[in-house]
C-alpha cells in the first residue's frame, strides 16, 4: 500500500505542471541565495574600507596634534626657563622681542604669580587673577614637572573659549612661584577637517584623560566640554559611525576621528539596490516564463487528467455506483419499430435492486422481467427517448411490485443503437419530505396542526361551503404553572390538555394548537342537529381541561376560556372567523373565565376600546398624565404609620382616572411597563426625600416591580439613579416583587435580589401564596416581608381554609425571621384575626384608601397616631 501510494506521487511529481513550478523556485532560491552572499560579502569590504579610512585620518590627525602639543610644550619650556631665570616678569617681553614667542593672533601667552595674579602676558591684557582656576590650583597642590591642560573655559577678561596649557614656576629654593600659560581656541586643533574625507557628519576631537572633550568638530559645527564614556571613541549626538582613538605620548590626552556610517555605506547602498533591483526583474521574467508554460503544462496535464477521470468514473458508475445502471439495446420488428429493450450489461446495484444477477439480466428483455412495464407507460419513455435522443428525467411511483423499491428517480440517455438507464431509489427522500411537510404544519410538541395548517384548513371549509363552528380556546392559569413549575412542567400541561381535546372531537372536526397556550376548533355546524352537536364538542372540551391533572409530581388545575364565532354569520374567511373567535375568548375571560361564550358585533367595541387605551397609553407618559397614590401601612403593636405603598393612576382627558388594572396588563403586554415603572420609582422617590426635607418624620415607601421590570438587566442601576438623584437614603426604599417572578428563573432573581439588598433597599414578596414558592427557595431570598394576597385576607372570620393559610403564612414568615404585612384589611374581624395571629403590619381601606401626597402627609403629623 505505501510503495504504491509512493509510485503514485512520483508520477505526479514528474508531471511537467508540477515538476517545472518546483524547479524554477528552486533557481529563483538558488539566485536570490547567491546574490544576499555576494551582498553580505561587499557590505564586509564596504565596512573593512571605511575602518581602514578611519585608521588613516586618525594617523594624520594624531601627528599634526603631536605637532601641535609639542610645539606649545616647548613654547611654555622657554617661557619657564626665562622667568626662572630672570625671576622678572619682563622676560616674556623680552622672549617676544627676541621672536621665541608664538604668533599672537593664535595664542596668548602669560603668566602668573604664586599668589595667581596675572603679571605679564602677550598680547598685553587686564590684571586676572586665576587662583581660583582648576590649573593654577593643580601646579599649586602638586610638582608633576609635566604639562596640564584644561577643560574650554571662559574667563572675566576672555568672552570665549579657550584651552589653557600650562606648566608650574619654582622659585631658586624648588617653592612654587607660579605658573606660565598658553591659551588657543578649541577649533586651532580641529581646523584640518577635511570635508572630502571625513563628509558631512565626520568627527575629529581632542579628549582628555578625564573624558572631558577638549576640542570637537562634527561637519562645520566645533563644541567642547561633552562628557564621554570611559573609554569612548563617539559622541551621543545620534549619527552612528567608524570611530577610533589613540592616546598621545607624555601628553594626557586622545585624539579620536570618525566617520558617518550612512555617509560610508551610501556607495554600497547604492549598488545594493541596483543588484537588487535587476535581481527583482530577473525574477519577474522567470516567474512569468514559468507561469506560461505552467499554463500550458496544466491544461494539457487537465485534459489528460478529464479522460483519465471519465474513464473511471464511467468504471465507478458501472461498478458500484449508488445508482443502478442499465444499458440496453433495441429489439425492432419488420417495419423497423422498437418492440423491446435487450440488456447488455448491468452493474452491481442495479443487481440488488432487482434480485437478479448480471448473467440473468442480460439474457432477457425488459419486458420479459417487468410485463407491466407496457401498460404502465414507462416502455413508451423509454421509446420516446431512444427515438428523440437527449436525456430524459422523471419520478416513478412503484405501486405494482413490491419487490422494488416505492419512489425511483429514472435518468434516460439516448446512445447509438440502445439507452442507457439510470436508476435512483429516492424513497428515503419521499418519506423526509413527507415528514418535513408535516413538521411544517403540525406543532412539534403537541403534534396537533399549527397556525399554517389551521388557517389552511378552516380557508378550505369556508370554500366548500356550510356551516362552519370556530372555537378559540385559551388555558386559564397556565402561566402560574409555567412560571411556578417550569417550562418543562407547562410543555407537560400542555401535551396532556392536547390528548384531551383531540379525544373530545368528532370525525370531521379538527383541532390544532394556535401557539402558546391557545388553541382552535374547527367543527361541522352544518344544520340544526350538527350545530347542537359541535356546542356539545365544546362543552365536553372545556370540562375536559378542567379535570386536575399531575405534572412535574404536583397536582394542577386548569380551565379554558372559549370563544366562538360561526361561519358564514360572524365572517366570511379564516382570518376573520379566527379574529371574531379570539374576541369573544376575550369576553369569556373577562365573565370569570371557565366558560364560552359566542360572538357578538358588541364585542368590537371592547376591542376597539382596548386600541384607544393602548394608543393613549402610549402618549400618556410624556403628556404627564399619569400621578401616584399612597396607601399608608401601619404597625399592628404601635398603631403609628411607619410606611406607605406608591400606586399610580391615570388621569385620562376623554376617560377621566383610569385604575392600574385596566392598564397595567396593557403596559405590561406593550413593553411601556418599563418606563412607566421607572417613572414611578423616580417619582416615589423624589416625593419621600420632600416629605422628609419638610421635617415628617421618615417613612419606608414601597414600589411594586413588574415581572417585565424585574427581568431588565438595567434594573439595579435604575434604582442607584434614583436614589442618587433624589437624595434619598436606600433604607427608606421597600421593592415588592411578586413570587411567580421570582421563579422564573431562581438563580438570575436571587442575585439581583442581592445586589439590591446590599445596596441597602429593603424587598418584600407581593401576593405571597398565590405562586408556587418552595420553602428551600424562600429561605435563601434576601427579603425582609412577605405580604399576604388580599385573596386570603378577603374572607378572613368566614373561611377556614383562609384562615388556617393565613396563620400558616404568618407563622412561616416568623420562623424565617420576616415580617408580615397583610393588605386588604377592610374589616375590624380581619384586624382582629390578624392582630391575634402575631401579623405585623396591615394595609387597606380599614385604615385609609390611597390619598395624594398632601393628605398624607397631614397624617404623617407625629403627633396623629391610628389606634391599634
Request: glycine share 8%; charged share 25%; with cysteine.
Amino acid at each position: 500500500m505505501i510503495v504504491q501510494l509512493f509510485a503514485r506521487w512520483l508520477r505526479r511529481g514528474l508531471d511537467t505542471y508540477i515538476s517545472l513550478p518546483l524547479f524554477a523556485l528552486a533557481l529563483l532560491a538558488g539566485l536570490w541565495l547567491l546574490s544576499w552572499h555576494d551582498i553580505e560579502q561587499g557590505r564586509e569590504r564596504a565596512r573593512a574600507a571605511a575602518v581602514n579610512t578611519v585608521g588613516e585620518i586618525l594617523g594624520t590627525y594624531e601627528a599634526q596634534v603631536a605637532r601641535s602639543v609639542d610645539s606649545i610644550d616647548q613654547t611654555l619650556r622657554v617661557m619657564k626657563y626665562a622667568v626662572e631665570r630672570s625671576g622678572s616678569p619682563g622676560a616674556l617681553t623680552e622672549l617676544a622681542r627676541e621672536g621665541l614667542l608664538p604668533p599672537s593672533m593664535v595664542f596668548a601667552v602669560s603668566m602668573a604669580d604664586r599668589d595667581g595674579m596675572v603679571v605679564a602676558s602677550n598680547p598685553r591684557a587686564q590684571p586676572l587673577s586665576v587662583a581660583d582656576q582648576a590649573y593654577f590650583l593643580y601646579h599649586q597642590q602638586r610638582d608633576s614637572g609635566g604639562i596640564f591642560v584644561s577643560h574650554a573655559q571662559r574667563d572675566a577678561v576672555k568672552s570665549d573659549a579657550h584651552l589653557h596649557f600650562t606648566r608650574r614656576l619654582d622659585d631658586a629654593r624648588g617653592n612654587f612661584a607660579g605658573i606660565v600659560m598658553l591659551e588657543t581656541d578649541p577649533a586651532y586643533f580641529t581646523s584640518d577637517y577635511e570635508r572630502s574625507r571625513l563628509g558631512e557628519r565626520g568627527m575629529l576631537a581632542l579628549v582628555g584623560a578625564d573624558d572631558v572633550v577638549r576640542a570637537l568638530r562634527v561637519g562645520d559645527q566645533v563644541s567642547y566640554g561633552q562628557q564621554l564614556p570611559a573609554g569612548g571613541v563617539d559622541v551621543d549626538d545620534g549619527v552612528k559611525r567608524f570611530a577610533a582613538a589613540r592616546e598621545l605620548h607624555q601628553v594626557p590626552l586622545r585624539v579620536v576621528a570618525g566617520l558617518d556610517e550612512n555617509e560610508q555605506m551610501a556607495p554600497f547602498e547604492r549598488e545594493t539596490r541596483d543588484k537588487l533591483w535587476v535581481m527583482a526583474m530577473v525574477s519577474l521574467v522567470l516567474i512569468v516564463g514559468t507561469v506560461l508554460l505552467w499554463i500550458w503544462a496544466w491544461q494539457g496535464a487537465r485534459n489528460r487528467t478529464r479522460v483519465r477521470r471519465a474513464r473511471e468514473t464511467f468504471a465507478a458508475a458501472s461498478a458500484a455506483s449508488l445508482d443502478a445502471f442499465f444499458v440496453l439495446r433495441e429489439v425492432r420488428d419488420a417495419g423497423n419499430a422498437i418492440t423491446d429493450f435487450r440488456f447488455i450489461d448491468v452493474n452491481a446495484r442495479a443487481e440488488r435492486m432487482t434480485g437478479m444477477s448480471r448473467a440473468e439480466l442480460c439474457s432477457m428483455t425488459l419486458l420479459e422481467m417487468i410485463p407491466e412495464a407496457q401498460k404502465g407507460g414507462m416502455f413508451q419513455l423509454l421509446v420516446q427517448a431512444s427515438e428523440d435522443g437527449g436525456v430524459h428525467e422523471r419520478e416513478w411511483e412503484n405501486t405494482t411490485q413490491p419487490r422494488y423499491p416505492r419512489w425511483m428517480q429514472k435518468q434516460v440517455v439516448s446512445v447509438e443503437g440502445g439507452i442507457v438507464a439510470i436508476v435512483r431509489d429516492i424513497t428515503e427522500r419521499k418519506l423526509a419530505e413527507e415528514r418535513m411537510l408535516h413538521l411544517a404544519h403540525h406543532d412539534n410538541l403537541t403534534g396537533l396542526p399549527n397556525r399554517i395548517r389551521i388557517t389552511e384548513r378552516l380557508s378550505q371549509m369556508v370554500a366548500d361551503g356550510g356551516s362552519v363552528m370556530v372555537a378559540f380556546i385559551d388555558l386559564d392559569g397556565f402561566k402560574l404553572v409555567n412560571d411556578g413549575l417550569g417550562h418543562n412542567a407547562g410543555d407537560e400541561l400542555l401535551k396532556v390538555v392536547a390528548e384531551r381535546m383531540a379525544g373530545c372531537v368528532r370525525a370531521g372536526d379538527t383541532v390544532g394548537r394556535f401557539g402558546g397556550d391557545e388553541f382552535v376548533l374547527m367543527l361541522d355546524a352544518e344544520g340544526a342537529d350538527q350545530s347542537a352537536r359541535a356546542t356539545a364538542v365544546i362543552e365536553r372540551v372545556r370540562h375536559a381541561v378542567l379535570q386536575s391533572m399531575c405534572v412535574a409530581g404536583q397536582e394542577v388545575q386548569v380551565s379554558c376560556s372559549i370563544g366562538v364565532a360561526v361561519y358564514p354569520h360572524d365572517g366570511g374567511d379564516a382570518e376573520t372567523l379566527l379574529m371574531h373567535a379570539d374576541a369573544a375568548m376575550y369576553r369569556a375571560k373577562d365573565l370569570g373565565k371557565n366558560n364560552y361564550q359566542f360572538y357578538t358585533r358588541e364585542m368590537n367595541v371592547n376591542i376597539e376600546e382596548k386600541l384607544r387605551l393602548m394608543e393613549g397609553l402610549r402618549v400618556a407618559l410624556d403628556l404627564q398624565q399619569f400621578h401616584l397614590m399612597y396607601q399608608p401601612k401601619v404597625d399592628m403593636r404601635s398603631g403609628r404609620i411607619f410606611g406607605c405603598e406608591a400606586l399610580v393612576r391615570w388621569d385620562d382627558p376623554a376617560r377621566g382616572v383610569i385604575g392600574p388594572d385596566r392598564f397595567i396588563p396593557l403596559a405590561e403586554e406593550s413593553g411601556m411597563i418599563v418606563a412607566l415603572g421607572e417613572w414611578v420609582l423616580r417619582t416615589a422617590c423624589f416625593q419621600n426625600q420632600a416629605w422628609q426635607d419638610a421635617g415628617l418624620a421618615p417613612l419606608r415607601i414601597s414600589v411594586n416591580v413588574s415581572p417585565r421590570q424585574f427581568e431588565e438587566q438595567g434594573l439595579v442601576d435604575r434604582v442607584a439613579r434614583a436614589l442618587a438623584d433624589s437624595g434619598m437614603e436606600p433604607r427608606w426604599l421597600e421593592l415588592e416583587v411578586t413570587e411567580g417572578v421570582i421563579m422564573r428563573d431562581l438563580a438570575q432573581a436571587v442575585e439581583k435580589m442581592g445586589q439590591l439588598r446590599a445596596m441597602g433597599v429593603f424587598l418584600s414578596i407581593d401576593d405571597f401564596g398565590t405562586g408556587y414558592s418552595s420553602l428551600s427557595a424562600l429561605k435563601s431570598f434576601p427579603i425582609s416581608t412577605l405580604k399576604i394576597d388580599k385573596s386570603f385576607v378577603r374572607d378572613l372570620g368566614r373561611s377556614d381554609g383562609d384562615e388556617a393559610i393565613a396563620s400558616s403564612i404568618i407563622g412561616l414568615a416568623h420562623r424565617l425571621k420576616l415580617r408580615v404585612i397583610a393588605e386588604g384589611v377592610e374589616t375590624e374581624q380581619q384586624r382582629s384575626f390578624l392582630s391575634e395571629n402575631g401579623c405585623d403590619e396591615l394595609q387597606g381601606y380599614l385604615i385609609s384608601r390611597p390619598l395624594p401626597p398632601e393628605r398624607l402627609a397631614l397624617m404623617l403629623n407625629p403627633a396623629d397616631l391610628i389606634a391599634a
